[in-house]
């Protein structure tokens, strides 16, 4: 995702990290928007259930989204 694009939560791909993302409010059919990454790429940053959210590139790859 670009800077401010917007997509839809629709799954995870490891089960142990989803319990830890859905308890931090990425459920499935949230909608997610990718606000910025840090200099070096690592962490980024995302809208979801009306806060910010600051992710691990590792974690976030673990996010299935909807476009």
């Known amino acids: 995702m670009k800077p401010g694009e917007v997509a839809i ?3 995870f791909t490891d089960e142990q990290l989803s319990v830890k993302l859905m308890e931090m409010g990425c459920l ?3 909608a997610v ?3 910025f990454a840090a200099p ?3 962490p980024i940053c ?5 806060y ?3 992710l691990r590139l590792e974690e ?3 996010i299935s989204i909807l476009n």
């Open 9 to 11: 939560v629709a799954g």
């Open 28 to 30: 499935p059919g949230a």
């Open 33 to 35: 928007r990718f606000n």
């Open 40 to 42: 070096f790429g690592d």
């Open 46 to 50: 995302i809208s979801v259930s009306g």
């Open 52 to 54: 910010e959210l600051s």
């Open 60 to 62: 976030a790859a673990t």
